[in-house]
């Protein structure tokens, strides 16, 4: 199947930092792009949905001008948490979806703010 | 709106004994229906997808769900599992739309599946 890759897996920032992760989809060009976020033992929230080229669409009570949703190319989106603060603290993962059904998931990335 | 509903949040099992996870959707369109794997500290991984056709989908590591449109249910069963099972699953469901926020996977709250020796 389709790969992505998030990178990175881990990241520990200090509070106030801006942290950028970045999502790629290798083999196949993906129209849209998806961040959710994980809650320990929870399930997946969606953060985000990003068409190439336009703005990203953000759910109710994301904060669009703390997580900042770049998808410039068509294999490339980028979530980068502005000002970081302990709370968002948590397991970012990004999913991309060609023209079909399926989506297809990175890896995750564990954010630790300190 | 779509909304999913896991109904076990854990579900212990012995090693080679068969399991059922249950999950349950409600819809006011048609949808596709997915379960996807985590395994601690990863991404999800598709485990297999309803589309259309045959009600009875066969995914990997010998897992298969069977669609019940009637009961609104996609219940996740493996005959005979394995230590290497034990992981987190997650059931989640998408309108038939593309583009926008269409097509969004909207996910239960997870079942943490453990297989003891």
């Known amino acids: 199947g389709a790969v992505v890759s998030q990178h990175p897996s881990r990241v520990i920032c200090k509070s106030g930092t801006s942290v950028k992760i970045e999502c790629r989809s290798l083999d196949f060009q993906a129209t849209t792009m998806f961040w959710y976020r994980q809650f320990p033992k929870q399930s997946l929230m969606l953060m985000a949905t990003s068409n190439e080229g336009s703005k990203a669409t953000y759910e109710q009570g994301v904060e669009k001008d703390k997580f900042l949703i770049n998808h410039a190319s068509l294999t490339l989106s980028t979530l980068t948490v502005t000002s970081a603060h302990p709370e968002d603290s948590s397991f970012y993962i990004c999913?991309?979806?060609?023209?079909?059904?399926?989506?297809?998931f990175g890896q995750g990335t564990r954010l630790t703010v300190v | 709106a779509q909304s999913v509903t896991q109904l076990d949040s854990q579900v212990p099992v012995f090693e080679e004994a068969p399991v059922e996870l249950r999950c349950n959707y409600s819809s006011s369109v048609s949808v596709y229906l997915f379960w996807y794997v985590q395994y601690p500290n990863q991404g999800l991984q598709l485990l297999l997808k309803?589309?259309?056709?045959?009600?009875l989908v066969k995914g990997i590591n010998g897992f298969e769900a069977e669609f019940n449109k009637s009961q609104t249910s996609f219940h996740l069963r493996k005959p005979s599992v394995h230590i290497s099972d034990t992981a987190e699953y997650f059931c989640a469901v998408s309108d038939r739309g593309y583009g926008g926020s269409q097509g969004n996977l909207i996910f239960g709250k997870g079942t943490k599946l453990s297989v003891k020796p």
């Open positions: 309803y589309l259309s056709g045959s009600t």
């Open positions: 999913s991309a979806r060609e023209s079909g059904v399926e989506a297809f």
